[in-house]
């Protein structure tokens, strides 16, 4: 009986360690930019980590380029580097030829494992 108490908790333990190692990791509040070909030259969609700059795409300091981040629930991948601190830079489709490079909110950023 205590056996398999032991057991079951060391199962249970095991299943929140898995669920903890997955929660995401809240970065805090960043600036939210978007950025697009135009503002990107003579670049293009070249970016930092040599991966060709396509939307989902973001440009952000001080982390390993592969990283996810979550914003508002939606999935990012770094592949580039900002020219600015505490910004993430989101690539954007644009063929307006208009630049629609902006600054867009203030926002909670997520590491997601
Ligand atoms: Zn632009």
Do not use: W
Request: contains cysteine.
């Amino acid at each position: 009986m205590i056996k398999e108490l032991i057991l079951g908790i060391s199962m249970l333990t095991n299943i929140a360690m898995a669920d903890i190692d997955h929660m995401p990791i809240n970065l805090g509040e960043y600036r939210i930019t978007t950025y697009d070909v135009c503002c990107n030259e003579p670049h293009g969609r070249q970016s930092a980590s040599g991966k060709t700059l396509r939307y989902g795409d973001v440009a952000m300091n001080d982390v390993p380029f592969g990283t996810k981040i979550s914003i508002d629930g939606e999935m990012f991948t770094v592949v580039d580097r900002c020219g600015v601190d505490n910004t993430v830079d989101i690539f954007i489709e644009n063929d307006t030829g208009v630049c629609q490079c902006d600054t867009l909110d203030y926002k909670e950023v997520y590491i997601v494992k």
